[in-house]
């Protein structure tokens, strides 16, 4: 009873990985069972979620559209990576096109190439443990039927698993590659021809480990578990079935040129798994560059406005908090200025867009080349920034406004237009001992106000 309802569990699931997914929300599966999601010709879109206004990953119209987990676990990082950095929710036909790029081809094309290399090598050391045992029917130590039963199995593997290799349905499976089923007619195989002819029991012992040493392609510990399980079975049923007649063939220099064969059969395919492993570790060591680089840029992108290139709301706003911070533990005071360029809305209006653009990243270039290392300006929205001036008095924030405001004057803005003149308002408060922040800002947005009042192109002091 418990076996049926093992297989039955088993057969339900392998029917749920194979189903078509639509609408299916990623947040709801745990990171081990995402390679399960399928995703139908790079078909993938990100949709904003309407409560909480954040992007919620889900995927539409999903099957699997590569040939083993690493193809889809780096586009889908990819995918995801490009989405936030840019901070934009594709549709699907952006998607489409995104995951149908050249690189994506070139990916999933150097994943195709591995799998076929893989099943390529693994068929010629199937050849070779097959000559092997034939040159000892050859040299009559065992009967000709058990290495042309262990050939016949061995092809019929290599057959069969490239065949279901290139079902659609197969790459749908949690193990697209078929390492269990492989792993274990092996295994079966190498168990057979030593209980069959134990004379020779060094030849299939070294096979187990052979293929003990795949284990790494397994795709999960649980599989990996169960293959070494199966092997560990395979060396326990050989030892206690035909134990004592297991044999090492050296009789002859024949046998014994057959038997070193077959050592160096077992090194060479260690030293295959040795450097896959070593090509494994560079492609992971340049993910992991390309990974960081990539976290640098969305950092940036995330802290920073993409028209000035100087600090946006955020991270000025974190600043100020750090700066107030400050002013309170060590008592020097800190001044901030909210500064507003004048008439912007009918700059863009009369000039376009692009000028206004160019206008505010003059203004900011103009900023930086004005005030100290120590302080520091940031965009706040439209054409608001925010100046703080630690260690600084209200009188002194005054001169340095003053000289921002006149550097301000001096800028050529007829090389934009001729009629293009700009001029900024700019209140300026310092920070009171225990006050909020969005209590100093506000002082310091009122100020900007009264000089707008005032006729524009005017510094206005808060009241201490």
Not at 427 to 436: H, I, L, N
Request: overall charge positive; charged content about 20%.
């Amino acid at each position: 009873m418990l076996v049926a309802t093992g297989v039955f569990r088993r057969i339900r699931e392998i029917f749920r990985r194979l189903a078509y997914v639509k609408d299916t929300d990623v947040s709801r599966y745990r990171p081990q069972e995402l390679p399960l999601l399928r995703i139908d010709y790079g078909m993938m879109a990100l949709q904003r979620a309407p409560s909480a206004g954040m992007p919620s990953k889900q995927v539409t119209k999903t099957y699997w559209f590569s040939f083993n987990n690493d193809f889809y676990e780096d586009s889908y990082r990819d995918y995801v990576t490009a989405m936030v950095a840019s901070n934009y929710i594709g549709s699907l036909s952006e998607a489409s096109a995104f995951v149908s790029s050249p690189a994506m081809d070139r990916q999933r094309l150097a994943s195709a190439r591995r799998t076929r290399v893989t099943q390529i090598v693994i068929a010629t050391a199937y050849a070779f443990d097959s000559a092997i045992l034939l040159g000892y029917s050859w040299l009559g130590l065992v009967d000709v039927r058990v290495p042309l039963a262990a050939v016949a199995a061995l092809a019929l593997i290599v057959v069969a698993a490239q065949m279901l290799l290139h079902q659609p349905r197969i790459r749908k499976l949690s193990d697209p590659t078929l390492f269990l089923p492989q792993y274990v007619a092996a295994t079966s195989v190498a168990l057979g021809v030593a209980i069959a002819a134990p004379q020779i029991g060094y030849q299939p012992i070294a096979t187990l480990f052979a293929i003990a040493a795949f284990s790494f392609m397994a795709p999960d510990r649980r599989t990996l578990i169960i293959a070494w399980l199966t092997t560990g079975a395979a060396v326990v049923a050989i030892f206690l079935l035909v134990g004592p007649q297991l044999a090492m063939p050296t009789s002859t220099a024949a046998t014994r040129a057959l038997t070193a064969a077959v050592t160096i059969g077992l090194l060479a395919r260690c030293v295959w798994i040795a450097l896959v492993v070593q090509r494994l570790r560079a492609r992971l060591t340049r993910k992991n560059d390309e990974l960081t680089e990539a976290l640098a840029k969305i950092a940036v992108l995330a802290t920073r406005d993409e028209c000035t290139a100087l600090p946006n709301r955020r991270s000025i706003l974190e600043t100020l908090d750090r700066e107030i911070a400050r002013s309170r533990r060590d008592g020097t005071p800190l001044s901030l200025a909210y500064i507003d360029l004048d008439r912007f809305k009918s700059i863009n209006d009369l000039f376009g867009h692009n000028v206004g653009d160019q206008v505010l990243r003059q203004f900011a270039d103009a900023a930086i080349q004005t005030i100290r290392e120590t302080d520091r300006i940031g965009r706040v929205g439209g054409e608001e920034f925010l100046l703080m001036m630690p260690a600084t008095s209200l009188a002194n924030a005054r001169a340095s406004m003053e000289r921002l405001r006149e550097r301000l004057k001096a800028i050529d803005w007829g090389q934009i237009d001729s009629s293009l003149n700009v001029t900024a308002s700019i209140g300026v408060a310092t920070y009171r001992p225990g006050e909020a922040r969005e209590a100093l800002m506000q002082r310091a947005d009122q100020a900007m106000f009264v000089g707008k009042s005032a006729g524009r192109d005017k510094i206005v002091l808060s009241a201490e």
